[in-house]
């Protein structure tokens, strides 16, 4: 056994926006354990558990090594008692009991193969569990009214279960590259979300668009889907849009076989104009908790508002105050 008196206790900043977290995690055991626990209480509604779970996930990502000893965690923000006690059981038996029974749990699973096909979300899945549908097989033969995305969904759920490879997001970034550049050719597209973060798998590619000059990006959307559901250029005719987010494209077939492979891939498309393409950019690259923790940072620590589309002082008397003038109210403002 450690002795406590030769544990450093660890030490990092009470928000994830205050923090440096690289993909190299030296506690992947707990956080994917604790990652577990926050995504069952996500998918059961409980956002609140949900979110304390993602952050103490958060903080023992940033640690610089492996926690061996409970004590090194002292003074530790956002680990509370549940995720200690989930801790605490994976250092001393190697397994948490909480999360093997939540990772077996009929409920859990099926929540799991439910959600996991595009367009259904927790509220359905959990109606579909309560009519007794608890797999695919079931979806199917139960004859539930589906939408066109959970369609497609359902259609391509093995293509879209796997990963998409770096490989495959840069392949992707050169053909809607290819048919931005033909609707609009000033336009400017970006790779965000997790690909942008060093990731090397993502479970979708993210693109940001914006055009350089305000109000020319209005309308490009529409024109980049149906360019793109369209396949009009024969360089493209590998390609087909359906329901705006899933993408088909052909992967590089081996020469031996004359059949099409066809892989389906989640591709989430935004459209920026220019002034607000910085809060875009800055929204669209994640993670997730760091986003929720910058918005919080900046409501709780700093009074303002954080989205994708600005940051607005909560008081605008403050703006006044910031530069050092006395607040003048909009109708004294009549210079
Ligand atoms: P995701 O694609 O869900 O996450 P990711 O790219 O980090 O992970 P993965 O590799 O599994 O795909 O979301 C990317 C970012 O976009 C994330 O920070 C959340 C953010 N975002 C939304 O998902 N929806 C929104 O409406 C806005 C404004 C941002
Ligand atoms: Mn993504
Ligand atoms: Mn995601
Ligand atoms: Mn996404």
Redesign the pocket.
């Known amino acids: 056994a450690v002795n406590d008196s030769e544990v450093t206790p660890f030490s990092v900043p009470g928000y994830a926006c205050q923090r440096r977290c690289t993909l190299e995690n030296h506690n992947a055991v707990l956080t994917d354990a604790l990652s577990l626990l926050a995504e069952n209480a996500e998918l059961s509604d409980e956002d609140g558990r949900g979110v304390a779970f993602r952050r103490a996930a958060a903080v023992l990502k940033a640690l610089p090594s492996a926690v061996t000893n409970m004590s090194q965690l002292t003074g530790l923000p956002c680990l509370g008692g549940h995720s200690l006690r989930v801790i605490k059981d994976i250092l001393e038996n190697g397994t948490s009991s909480e999360v093997e029974s939540t990772k077996e749990s009929e409920r859990f699973k099926a929540l799991k193969v439910l959600t996991g096909i595009f367009g259904v979300g927790s509220k359905t899945a959990d109606r579909w569990i309560r009519e007794g549908i608890h797999n695919l097989q079931q979806l199917r033969d139960s004859g539930q009214t589906l939408n066109r995305a959970q369609q497609a969904g359902l259609e391509h759920y093995d293509d879209i279960k796997q990963p998409v490879s770096l490989a495959e997001a840069e392949a992707i970034r050169g053909i809607v590259g290819r048919a931005v550049a033909s609707v609009s050719p000033e336009a400017q597209i970006v790779l ?4 942008r ?1 060093g ?1 090397l ?6 693109f940001l668009i914006t055009h350089p000059e305000e109000g020319s990006e209005v309308g490009l959307m529409p024109k980049l889907v149906s360019w793109l559901e369209s396949r009009v250029s024969c360089h493209l005719q590998n390609v087909l849009l359906i329901c705006d987010v899933i993408f088909l494209y052909e992967t590089t077939a081996s020469p031996s076989t004359t059949e099409r492979r066809w892989r389906a891939v989640r591709v ?1 498309l ?1 459209v920026s104009p220019i002034s607000q393409f910085a809060f ?1 950019l800055l ?6 908790l ?2 929720r923790e910058l918005r919080r940072w900046a409501g709780h620590e700093k009074g303002m508002s954080l ?2 589309h600005a940051l607005y002082d909560n008081k605008q008397e403050e703006i006044f105050a910031h530069l050092g003038l006395e607040f003048i109210p909009p109708n004294e403002r009549n210079a």
């Open positions: 965000t979300g997790g690909f973060r990731k798998t993502g479970h979708d590619v993210d989430d935004v875009a929204g669209w690259t994640g993670s997730k760091f986003e989205s994708s």
